[in-house]
């Protein structure tokens, strides 16, 4: 690929600084992508794991070999002890919601599970491994086929072995099965919410086993608690880059997903000397409808010269152009419509820069379909090919964008929300279409008051630790700044 002036272009590290071990390490499973992606992503990232997280992943890796197979020993009728499992301490993943929620959860489960030495297992439902490869060597991540699947579907917020109804009804530090659900999904009650008091984690780490329901980065959150606030600091230094390192780690699209990751990649994509990215989640709002949002994310790419606008007149098209660079443009949306548009607008006509540009789809679903494999295929690749832009616009509010961004390392513009026809007057008058991200890390949308000691609501998370600010897109969400 011919590439910007300022690309990179270094021998590609497999193991990116030694966050990932090498793939021939995973000789057992096959995994094209571990070897590959990485040359395909010419930029190499400005963001490098710490030693201390790279010996953090080295003997989570080993503890994941000696306790996972431990898990089949996991049974209802008896209360579960440590003892019982060799010392092996279990956090279960339960998934719930789209993929870029479940990217998220999955990765803040995984961080939680490094900062309290447990190991990660995760729901069979869903198929991810039809998703992703096996992200550690010589073992699995999926929970073992005989665990009692259908009793953890049947988990909800009014079991009785919630954390938040333990606290309730004061029985976290009595009597206890030896498991607790742990609900963080966006509607959690005060309860269950003293997840981040330090007392409460405490308490929880006598629990063998953890199941986690979320669709929320619950991240910043850890920083709250002192001890593990001082250990995410340890393990990233950077802090905005924890999303960054861990979903890089984490993540290896599967086979068949990097079988058209990588074809459509190098059909469309690979030749430009620069690649656009456009996120593009619409949810229909009164007064807002698919041309409004094709007028916003134009306007912005014009407004922020990160498209090139055109020539004013169809009829001179002026067929040698100065400028022989080429740039692609990748839609990413649900809808074919916003690729229609920017085709249309581009179509026949010449950059003013005189540089030529392709307007480029992968899928267009159209709708968002739940437990369909190939639809969240198609969404991974989705995700993976806008992680691949030199440019990012994604849109406010979406987990799949977050998770893109958080991929390729690359500080994204966000579209301004539009929730109603005044918002969309001011945007106008404004000319705040959109603007350049501050952080790379997700949003946390829902986080708690942090009433630990049943004081009242805090007000500015700011003002507790400096560098946990109000989400750019969220205003009421907290991000790692
Ligand atoms: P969020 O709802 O924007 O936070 O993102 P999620 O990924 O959690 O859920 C949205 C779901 O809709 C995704 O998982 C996909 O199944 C689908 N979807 C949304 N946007 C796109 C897109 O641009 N491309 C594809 N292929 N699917 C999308």
Not at 130 to 150: D, Q, R, V
Request: hydrophobic share 35%; proline share 5%; aromatic share 12%.
């Amino acid at each position: 690929r011919g590439k910007t002036t300022e690309a990179v272009r270094s021998k590609p590290d497999e193991t990116l600084g030694g966050l990932l071990l090498p793939p021939v390490v995973f000789e057992n499973s096959t995994c094209i992508s571990r070897s590959q992606e990485y040359s395909l992503r010419v930029k190499t990232s400005r963001y490098k794991p710490s030693l201390d997280l790279i010996a953090k992943l080295r003997e989570y890796e080993r503890r994941h070999r000696r306790c996972a197979p431990k898990a089949k020993y996991f049974n209802l009728s008896k209360n579960a002890t440590e003892r019982e499992f060799r010392e092996c301490r279990f956090i279960v993943w339960i998934a719930t919601a789209g993929l870029g929620n479940r990217v998220m959860t999955l990765a803040s489960a995984f961080v939680y599970a490094l900062l309290t030495d447990r190991v990660l297992l995760i729901d069979r439902s869903g198929n991810p491994n039809e998703l992703f490869c096996e992200p550690f060597p010589s073992t699995s991540w999926l929970l073992p086929e005989t665990f009692p699947n259908e009793w953890m579907r049947e988990i909800k917020a009014n079991s009785s072995f919630r954390l938040g109804f333990l606290i309730q009804n004061d029985a976290l530090t009595s009597s206890h099965n030896g498991y607790a659900y742990l609900n963080m999904m966006h509607d959690y009650d005060g309860y269950d919410r003293k997840f981040f008091c330090a007392d409460c984690q405490a308490y929880l780490s006598r629990f063998p086993w953890l199941f986690l329901k979320s669709n929320q980065y619950f991240i910043p959150g850890l920083h709250f608690i002192p001890e593990f606030h001082e250990h995410v600091d340890k393990l990233f230094p950077e802090r905005e880059t924890v999303f960054h390192h861990i979903v890089r780690y984490l993540f290896h699209p599967s086979d068949s997903v990097w079988r058209l990751i990588s074809s459509f990649y190098n059909t469309n994509l690979a030749n430009a000397q620069h690649q656009v990215g456009l996120q593009i989640r619409y949810l229909a709002k009164p007064n807002i409808t698919t041309t409004t949002i094709s007028d916003l994310v134009l306007n912005c790419t014009l407004e922020n010269k990160l498209l090139p606008n055109v020539t004013l007149s169809e009829d001179h098209v002026d067929d040698s152009p100065k400028n022989t660079t080429s740039i692609s443009v990748l839609v990413a949306s649900l809808h074919e419509v916003f690729y229609e548009s920017l085709q249309e607008f581009y179509q026949n006509r010449s950059s003013s820069d005189g540089r030529h540009l392709g307007v480029y789809t992968a899928s267009h679903e159209e709708g968002q379909y739940l437990e369909s494999i190939d639809h969240d295929k198609k969404a991974l690749v989705d995700i993976y090919l806008l992680s691949l832009s030199d440019t990012l616009v994604t849109s406010s509010w979406s987990t799949f964008g977050y998770v893109a961004q958080g991929i390729s390392g690359v500080m994204p513009w966000l579209l301004t929300h539009l929730e109603s026809g005044e918002e969309l007057e001011e945007v106008l008058r404004n000319r705040n279409y959109c603007h350049h991200g501050v952080s790379l890390e997700p949003c946390f949308h829902m986080p708690p008051a942090l009433d630990c000691d049943n004081k009242g609501w805090y007000d500015n998370p700011g003002k507790t630790l400096p560098y946990i600010q109000y989400c750019e897109d969220v205003w009421w969400g907290i991000k790692i700044m």
